[in-house]
C-alpha cells in the first residue's frame, strides 16, 4: 500500500529510483515496457550479453531509439537516458545503481550476480528464479550481509503467491496449502523442442509467428518451471512439499478449498502447510472448468466456529464444511507487475518473497534413458525434466538439482525416470553456481540432516 504515493513523492523531488536491469529478455522487456510510466523511476543502465539483441526487444515494445543513446552510465544518469550495455559488472558496481533487476533467466549467471550484489552492496530482484531455486537462501543471507535486499520478483508467480500466504498469515488465518495453477498431465514429463508445440496445441508455423521459445516452453511444460518455482515458494514462506513432490491434482477455483485439504479430510494433500500445484486438465485430458491455470491461490482454515460463519456470511468460496477456504489472484502480469518489487525494495528496503530456509528442491529426473558419456542440456531440453523434493530426501539421496544439469557429462548410466544424483555427473567443483550451492546445503541442511551428520 502506499507505493504509488511514496513514488510520486521521488518523482516531485527529483530523486527518482534508478534501476539496473540485467538480462533483456521477456521478462526484463515487460517490465521495461512498463517503467517510463511509472512515476519516481528511472531505468539507468541495461546490460545483456547481446545488446543487438536487447535493442530489437527495446524497439518491440515501443522504447524509442534516442532513450539508449547514453554512451556511459554517468552520462545516462545526467541525461535521464538509458545506458545499454554488455557490462553487467559496471551495473552491479556503480554506486549511483539503487537496485538492480536479474532476469537472465540463468542459473550459473543469476548465482554470480547476486554475490557480486552482495560484495556491492547492491539490492537485488531475483526475476531469475532458476538461480533462486539452486541456492537462494544462502544468496539471500550474503545480499543482507553486504547491506541490501534480496527479494522475489513480483509479477512471477512465487511473489505472488509469497503474497497470498502473508496476507493469510498477518490475518491470523492458517495456511493450508498455496500454489499455482498449470496444465498438466503425466505424459508432459518427457516432452521435448520437437513436439512441446503439440502439447499446446500450436502448429511449428504459429510458435514461430509469436516468437515462442521452444525451450522455454518445453520447461513450462514439462513440469520443470512448476518445481522450480514451488520450491522457490517453499523456501520463502516455510510451506514444504508432499514427500513424492507435486501431485498436480485437477481442480477448479470453486474447488480448491476442497480438495486442497488433507487426505484425511477427503481431500487430496498429505500434510497441512504444503506447497502444491493444481491441474487445468482433467485424467483424460479434458479441460477444467473455471481454472486457475494463469493465477494462484492460498487455501486456508477457520480457527473457530465464529470464524466459519464469517467465511459464510462474506460469500467465501469453501468446502463442504465451510472450515477451508481460498483467496486466489486468477491471472499474474509477470514483469509488468515487477514495478511493486522495484519500488518495495527501493523505497522500504523490503522484500517481496525472500528464501530464509531450505525446505524444497528441484531436482533432475532423467526425459529417457541416459548414457555414460552424453551431456546434460538442462532445463527445457531433451534430457532431463525439474521435479519437486523435500530438501530432507533431495540431500539424502545426492540428488542434482536442476539448476546444476546443463553442460555436464554423465559418469554413469541414468534410466528414464530415475532422480539423478551429484555422483551420476562430472561437476566442475570450482565453479561459482556449485559452490554456491555447496555452501547453502551446508549453511541450510534441514535439521533432520544436520542430525544424521
Not at 3 to 28: D, T
Not at 257 to 272: D, F, I, M, N
Request: proline share 6%; hydrophobic share 40%; with cysteine.
Amino acid at each position: 500500500m502506499n507505493l504509488h504515493r511514496l513514488l510520486q513523492a521521488r518523482e516531485a523531488a527529483g530523486r527518482p529510483i534508478r534501476v539496473g536491469v540485467v538480462g533483456c529478455g521477456k521478462f526484463a522487456s515487460m517490465y521495461l515496457a512498463q517503467a517510463p510510466r511509472t512515476p519516481g523511476i528511472h531505468v539507468a543502465a541495461i546490460a545483456d550479453l547481446d545488446p543487438s539483441r536487447a535493442r530489437s526487444n527495446l524497439e518491440r515494445i515501443g522504447w524509442p531509439g534516442e532513450r539508449t543513446e547514453a554512451r556511459s552510465l554517468g552520462k545516462a544518469l545526467k541525461s535521464g537516458a538509458t545506458w545499454l550495455t554488455s557490462d553487467a559488472d559496471a551495473v552491479f558496481s556503480s554506486d549511483e545503481v539503487d537496485v538492480v533487476v536479474e532476469a537472465t533467466g540463468d542459473p550459473a549467471a543469476g548465482i554470480a550476480h547476486a554475490l557480486k550484489a552482495a560484495r556491492a552492496g547492491k539490492s537485488i530482484i531475483m526475476a531469475n528464479v532458476e538461480a533462486d531455486a539452486v541456492a537462494g537462501p544462502y544468496l539471500a543471507t550474503k545480499v543482507q550481509a553486504g547491506g541490501g535486499v534480496y527479494s522475489l520478483a513480483y509479477g512471477d508467480q512465487p511473489a505472488l503467491i509469497c503474497d497470498l500466504v502473508d496476507w493469510a498469515r498477518a490475518s491470523g488465518l492458517e495456511v493450508t496449502a498455496a500454489g499455482r495453477g498449470h496444465k498438466w498431465l503425466p505424459e508432459y514429463r518427457t516432452y521435448t523442442p520437437d513436439n512441446v508445440w503439440d502439447g499446446y496445441g500450436l502448429s511449428q508455423e504459429q510458435a514461430e509467428e509469436g516468437g515462442m521459445n521452444p525451450r522455454m516452453f518445453t520447461s513450462f511444460l514439462d513440469g520443470t518451471k512448476p518445481a522450480i518455482e514451488s520450491t522457490a515458494v517453499a523456501n520463502a514462506t516455510g510451506l514444504t512439499p508432499a514427500p513424492d513432490g507435486l501431485a498436480y491434482p485437477p481442480c477448479s477455483i470453486r474447488e480448491l478449498p476442497q480438495v486442497l485439504r488433507p487426505a484425511s479430510e477427503g481431500g487430496a494433500l498429505h500434510h497441512k502447510g504444503q506447497v502444491e500445484v493444481v491441474s487445468s486438465l482433467r485424467p483424460d485430458g479434458t479441460l477444467v472448468d473455471d481454472d486457475i491455470r494463469w493465477g494462484v491461490f492460498a487455501v486456508f482454515e477457520a480457527g473457530d466456529e465464529y470464524v466459519r460463519r464469517c467465511f459464510d456470511e462474506y460469500g467465501l468460496q469453501t468446502d463442504e464444511s465451510g472450515r477451508y477456504a481460498c483467496m486466489y489472484k486468477r491471472w499474474h502480469l509477470i514483469g509488468l507487475e515487477l514495478g511493486i518489487s522495484v519500488a518495495a525494495v527501493a523505497l522500504r528496503d523490503e522484500p517481496t518473497g525472500v528464501p530464509t530456509s531450505f525446505n524444497a528442491d528441484a531436482v533432475a529426473m532423467a526425459k529417457r534413458d541416459l548414457k555414460k558419456g552424453e551431456t546434460l542440456d538442462g532445463e527445457g531440453g531433451y534430457t532431463v525434466s525439474g521435479s519437486l523434493l523435500p530438501a530432507a530426501a533431495s540431500l539424502a539421496t545426492g540428488a542434482l538439482p536442476v539448476g546444476l544439469a546443463h553442460g555436464v557429462t554423465l559418469a554413469a548410466d541414468v534410466p528414464a525416470g530415475a532422480i539423478l544424483r551429484k555422483s551420476d555427473v562430472a561437476l566442475d567443483r570450482d565453479s561459482v553456481a556449485v559452490i554456491a550451492r555447496e555452501e547453502m546445503e551446508r549453511a541450510f541442511a534441514p535439521d533432520d540432516r544436520k542430525a544424521a551428520e
